[in-house]
């Protein structure tokens, strides 16, 4: 972290001023382009959970979209966007998906059968027991998905540089390579390892305290 914030001060003034403006819009474009990924796949993983024979063709849909390089995907949309941050978040959004939706099926999947038939017994209709028990099983399962496209979006929305002032941190590579100042390139290589390796912690801590009852079990144990 010192090393970090010594490149910080070391870089020209004009980068320092927008520094933490680039943390932010890191921040709040690659998380919510996993929150968004999140609302999209649990849905689509409940219906393929339901229905099997649906998983492997959605999967394989999904793995394709995954596929597509980001630039690419990029440049399609300026015509529909334009130079935006929609232009960045449409695409990171696709992109969990690959990693979110197996998650949500795996996770529905090691629900035990006994757990689901005793909510059948009493009473819970398919709304109440997915929401009240098979959702908070599948929790761990989901929340290790979820970690890794968080770190994935990170990572991926520096490519948005290249359309534009909407890459966050990776502008700061961009701004390297223009005045041939490998600083900016280091510093912004170490911000995002910092600011993955903090996301992953946070959502660990989240992880914890939406299951309360995974700490209570292994104790037991």
Same mark, same amino acid.
């Given at each position: 972290?010192?090393?970090?914030?010594?490149?910080?001060?070391?870089?020209?003034?004009?980068?320092?001023?927008?520094?933490?403006?680039?943390?932010?819009?890191?921040?709040?474009?690659?998380?919510?382009?996993?929150?968004?990924?999140?609302?999209?796949?649990?849905?689509?993983?409940?219906?393929?959970?339901?229905?099997?024979?649906?998983?492997?063709?959605?999967?394989?849909?999904?793995?394709?979209?995954?596929?597509?390089?980001?630039?690419?995907?990029?440049?399609?949309?300026?015509?529909?966007?334009?130079?935006?941050?929609?232009?960045?978040?449409?695409?990171?959004?696709?992109?969990?998906?690959?990693?979110?939706?197996?998650?949500?099926?795996?996770?529905?999947?090691?629900?035990?059968?006994?757990?689901?038939?005793?909510?059948?017994?009493?009473?819970?209709?398919?709304?109440?027991?997915? /929401?009240?028990?098979? /959702?908070?099983?599948?929790?761990?399962?989901?929340?290790?998905?979820?970690?890794?496209?968080?770190?994935?979006?990170?990572?991926?929305?520096?490519?948005?540089?290249?359309?534009?002032?909407?890459?966050?941190?990776?502008?700061?590579?961009?701004?390297?390579?223009?005045?041939?100042?490998?600083?900016?390139?280091?510093?912004?290589?170490?911000?995002?390892?910092?600011?993955?390796?903090?996301?992953?912690?946070?959502?660990?801590?989240?992880?914890?305290?939406?299951?309360?009852?995974?700490?209570?079990?292994?104790?037991?144990?």
């Amino acid at each position: 972290m010192s090393a970090l914030a010594t490149s910080v001060f070391d870089m020209p003034s004009y980068v320092q001023s927008s520094y933490v403006g680039l943390i932010l819009t890191q921040l709040e474009v690659s998380l919510g382009a996993t929150l968004a990924g999140l609302a999209i796949a649990l849905p689509i993983g409940q219906f393929c959970s339901r229905l099997p024979r649906l998983y492997p063709p959605t999967l394989g849909l999904v793995t394709l979209i995954y596929s597509i390089p980001s630039i690419a995907l990029f440049v399609l949309l300026i015509d529909y966007t334009g130079e935006s941050e929609t232009t960045v978040f449409i695409p990171l959004t696709l992109y969990t998906l690959a990693i979110l939706v197996p998650g949500v099926v795996d996770g529905i999947r090691s629900v035990p059968r006994d757990v689901l038939d005793a909510a059948d017994g009493m009473g819970y209709g398919r709304a109440r027991r997915y /929401l009240a028990v098979e /959702l908070p099983i599948a929790l761990p399962t989901l929340m290790a998905a979820v970690r890794v496209a968080a770190v994935s979006s990170l990572s991926l929305m520096s490519i948005g540089a290249t359309i534009g002032n909407y890459g966050g941190i990776g502008d700061l590579f961009l701004l390297g390579l223009r005045f041939f100042d490998n600083r900016l390139i280091w510093v912004g290589l170490i911000t995002l390892l910092v600011l993955s390796v903090l996301c992953d912690i946070a959502l660990r801590l989240v992880q914890r305290l939406l299951t309360p009852w995974a700490r209570s079990l292994r104790s037991i144990g």
